[in-house]
């Protein structure tokens, strides 16, 4: 049970936990596991990369500890978050990264241990498409214009693509990396940006009915510009 | 294992921890040309469908070489991202995708 929390609480990331497992069981040496993992991990590069100009204003130390929470899921669920209210958000990322995630993460760690002997095939509940299906419906609700479809579009080709050939873990980060940089291309007038960042209407967009009504009076203004 | 996946554990943080953290405290990061910001904005979209598309369409096998998948989670997947783009609704998509997961596997649709 201690090697299960220690997993989850130290390294506390999903996809390469359960790699590792499946790695130590098929007797990968340890410098191999974690340069896998170290590779698996990279994309969470990208995130903090991303994420870093919504939370610029925080203390160096408090962004040092944010960055161990940071997984696909609370990068989602956070700049959802911020691209909705048009800033950052340190309660709103703890939210998410901590209330969401890392506690019902390690719960879910303990009882499975527990009881996850007694479920038979877990696969046949379809439990595992959940994550494809949160990250495809997260991403989808960060698109507000083709730059963002063609980004999600060329991203998707490349990585599968990439993933044949060399591995999903490199094939994440290629289109992770390149996937963007063909949205880019894509100019500012074929854009169709329907909710710019931090206006009202982006507000409108992501909030969830009801939610905007109460913002309305301090919620972002209109044209408000996204943090630079 | 018995607390050996513990010192595991500590080493595959030391080396998760930098790709998390090097973004968020590296001086000047806040202070990118439009360009970059742009493009960092597209970072997400871009890397999470990635991720739910390898995840579904590419598996590992035995021998570590990854191959192509078809199967039912295509059709979860599809299907959720669609209530989402109609609806707006994550919750009900997951639902969605677990449950023709689930009914398409007990069909014997596995892929």
Request: glycine share 12%.
């Amino acid at each position: 049970m201690i090697d299960a929390v220690a997993m989850s609480v130290i390294a506390f990331a999903g996809a390469a936990e359960l790699a590792a497992v499946g790695y130590v069981v098929a007797g990968l040496s340890w410098p191999a596991i974690l340069v896998l993992t170290a590779l698996l991990n990279a994309r969470h590069l990208l995130y903090s990369a991303t994420i870093r100009p919504w939370l610029a204003d925080l203390p160096l130390r408090r962004r040092a500890f944010m960055a161990h929470f940071l997984t696909d899921e609370a990068f989602a669920l956070s700049m959802a978050h911020f691209r909705r209210i048009g800033r950052g958000d340190e309660r709103g990322y703890w939210m998410a990264a901590l209330v969401m995630l890392f506690i019902p993460w390690n719960l879910a760690t303990l009882a499975g241990v527990v009881l996850g002997g007694q479920i038979p095939d877990p696969s046949r509940f379809g439990i595992d498409v959940i994550f494809p299906a949160a990250m495809i419906g997260l991403a989808a609700g960060m698109m507000t214009g083709r730059r963002e479809l063609t980004a999600a579009v060329v991203g998707t080709a490349i990585g599968v693509m990439v993933a044949l050939l060399a591995g999903p873990a490199i094939g994440i980060v290629a289109g992770g990396l390149l996937g963007p940089l063909v949205g880019l291309a894509v100019p500012t007038r074929l854009a169709h940006e329907t909710a710019p960042l931090g206006s009202v209407v982006s507000a409108e967009h992501y909030s969830t009915p009801g939610e905007f009504d109460e913002r309305d009076e301090d919620g972002p203004g209109d044209g408000a510009e996204p943090p630079r | 294992m018995n607390g050996n996946l513990v010192v595991l554990a500590i080493l595959m943080f030391a080396v998760t921890y930098p790709s998390r953290a090097l973004g968020l405290v590296t001086p000047g990061m806040d202070r990118l040309p439009k360009i970059a910001i742009d493009y960092l904005q597209l970072v997400g979209p871009a890397v999470l469908s990635a991720l739910a598309a390898v995840t579904v369409m590419v598996v590992v096998g035995d021998d570590g070489q990854p191959s192509f998948h078809v199967g039912i989670e295509w059709v979860g997947v599809f299907v959720c991202l669609a209530i989402v783009g109609r609806w707006r609704n994550l919750l009900l998509g997951l639902v969605a995708a677990v449950v023709i997961v689930a009914v398409g596997r007990a069909a014997g649709l596995s892929g």
